[in-house]
Structures are given as structure tokens and as C-alpha cells.
């Protein structure tokens, strides 16, 4: 079955960086994007971007440029996010979902999360 | 702001059917297929519907959705208590180059 395991809550300084993974498994890795979903504490769901998992060439959202990083090991089924310069609003749980392909603008995949807390 | 636009609250009793809107415009849900996630308390989205009204394999006839112009509809029929959760439409939008959300719905069943 089609599983994505993502890497475990991080406490980060603000400045400091961070980098999440999201272990794919059960389907062929590079058929399908990995996207990526943000949700602040107690607010909704929001798209940061995806990658093209056959490319490499990431795709960011209005808001998610400079800082963020979308990067694969495809020797490994995996996707990554990285965040530098962090910053207190960037406390949120973070989501990979896999695209559902085949022209169809959805995410039939998640990740279980990663909550990224950024404190002094 | 939600470039989509859900009610925030949606109430009914088990057993009974409730309708939960979206609202878009032309770029989004006017010209491009709409999804529904669930989110239960504590874990991550579910894809319920895709491409404005199919259900995945495994997602129960209870749920439905539908479109027409710029609105959506996820309904579900006979309510439980277990459908309790955070409900988010959502679509590409051609304009902004992005998939967007609506801000939510939380479902309580009393």
C-alpha cells in the first residue's frame, strides 16, 4: 500500500534551518509530484509548492520563495523540504502529499506530519 | 483570507444528511476540478473527492460531491459520530498558478 513516512518533530532557534523528510513507498516514486502543505496551529491547509519527482524541478507558491527548498534522493523514494532563516511564524505542521496524477488537481497521499516549532 | 470560501461551522444530528458549500471564482472552481480532504482531530488530511465528484477506492458512498459554476458541495448522509473533523474544498486556480484551499469546515455531529 501506498505509505509516506515523514521524519519526526523538530525545535528549531529562529535563524536556524531545518530539513524534513518524506519516505515514499508502495507506488513508483517518480510516476507522481510531491507536494507540499503547510497548517499553522489552529488555522487551515496551505499549498507551499510541489517537485517533479521525475525532473527535480520544483514549483513554489506566492510566499514560499527565497527560504524554502524542495530537493529529492530518488535512490531512496524520498522527498525534502528545507526551510532556512527560520522564523516564528514558520511554527506549523509541515505535509508531503503525493499528487494524484493522470490530470487531476488533488493529493491522494499524505505524509502524517512534522510539526517544525520555531522558539528562542 | 481563503481564496475559497467555506462556512465555518456545519451542524446535524446522526444518522441525518448536511451539505457543506464552497465558493470560488472563475480561475479556481469555475474552471478546474474540485477536491474534498477530511481532517480528523490530530491527524492529516484525507482525500474524500476528486475531480468535483468521484470517490476514492475505500471512501464510502456516504460522501458525494458535486459542482456547478463556481460553487462546489461535499454532502454526507447518514451522519456518525466519527465524521466529526475539519472538512477543506479545494482547487487549482489558473490565475494564481496554485492550489488553493478554502479555510475549512468543522462538522460537529450532536
Known amino acids: 500500500q501506498v505509505l509516506l513516512v515523514q521524519s519526526g518533530s523538530e525545535l528549531k532557534k529562529p535563524g536556524a534551518s531545518v530539513k524534513v523528510s518524506c519516505k515514499a513507498s508502495g507506488y513508483t516514486f517518480s510516476a507522481y509530484d510531491m507536494n507540499w502543505v503547510r497548517q499553522a496551529p489552529g488555522q487551515g491547509l496551505e499549498w507551499m509548492g510541489w517537485i517533479n519527482t521525475n525532473t527535480g524541478n520544483p514549483t513554489f507558491a506566492q510566499g514560499f520563495t527565497g527560504r524554502f527548498v524542495f530537493s529529492l534522493d530518488t535512490s531512496v523514494s524520498t522527498a525534502y523540504l528545507q526551510i532556512s532563516s527560520l522564523k516564528a511564524e514558520d511554527t506549523a505542521v509541515y505535509y508531503c502529499?503525493?499528487?494524484?496524477?493522470?490530470?487531476?488537481?488533488?493529493?491522494?497521499?499524505w505524509g502524517q506530519g512534522t510539526l517544525v516549532t520555531v522558539s528562542s | 483570507q481563503s481564496v475559497l470560501t467555506q462556512p465555518p461551522s456545519v451542524s446535524a444530528a446522526p444518522g441525518q444528511k448536511v451539505t457543506i458549500s464552497c465558493s470560488g471564482s472563475s480561475p479556481n472552481i469555475g474552471n478546474n476540478f474540485v477536491s474534498w480532504y477530511q481532517q480528523l482531530p490530530g491527524t492529516a488530511p484525507k482525500l474524500l473527492i476528486y475531480d468535483n465528484s468521484e470517490r476514492p477506492s475505500g471512501i464510502p458512498d456516504r460522501f458525494s460531491g458535486s459542482k456547478s459554476g463556481t460553487s462546489a458541495t461535499l454532502g454526507i448522509t447518514g451522519l456518525q459520530t466519527g465524521d466529526e473533523a475539519e472538512y477543506y474544498c479545494g482547487t487549482w486556480d489558473s490565475s494564481l498558478s496554485a492550489e488553493v484551499f478554502g479555510g475549512g469546515t468543522k462538522l460537529t455531529v450532536l
Open positions: 502529499a503525493k499528487g494524484c496524477g493522470s490530470g487531476s488537481y488533488c493529493f491522494d497521499y
